[in-house]
Nanobody, 126 residues
Framework: VQLQAYGGGSVQAGGFLRLPCQPC????????MAWFRQAPGKEREFVAG????????DYANSVKGRFTISRDNDRKTVYLQMGNLKSEDMAVYYC????????????????????WGHGTLVTVSS
């Protein structure tokens, strides 16, 4: 199983970006999905997650009110809509899938997720 994340790029502070992620595998609706990010010299951190059905979401405090995670199970795609981007949002963003997630739960620990994409770089300039 692979995850294809794309949509990264360079944006000015205050700008917007949308990151789509698609798994190259069936049973997408059985996976809780999440976005993590890793800035240079820092540990990978949870950004946002969404349950299998899409009814439950969770966000890191640093992105609440600015980022929105959503999923389209028919298109087998999860999206991270990022708004009012700040310099501290600059990182490599990774899409991850947890096919063992409990229904309705959104895991936030990276070790819980067994499938990862290669990452897409988001650069924010002031």
């Amino acid at each position: 199983v692979q995850l294809q994340a794309y949509g990264g790029g360079s944006v000015q502070a205050g700008g917007f970006l949308r990151l789509p992620c698609q798994p190259c595998a069936p049973h997408f609706s059985r996976a809780a999905m999440a976005w993590f990010r890793q800035a240079p010299g820092k540990e990978r951190e949870f950004v946002a997650g969404i349950s299998r059905s899409g009814r439950t979401t969770d966000y890191a405090n640093s992105v609440k009110g600015r980022f929105t995670i959503s999923r389209d199970n028919d298109r087998k795609t999860v999206y991270l809509q990022m708004g009012n981007l700040k310099s501290e949002d600059m990182a490599v963003y990774y899409c991850a899938a947890d096919y063992n997630a409990i229904v309705g739960r959104v895991p936030t620990e990276p070790t819980t997720y067994e499938v990862w994409g290669h990452g897409t770089l988001v650069t924010v300039s002031s």
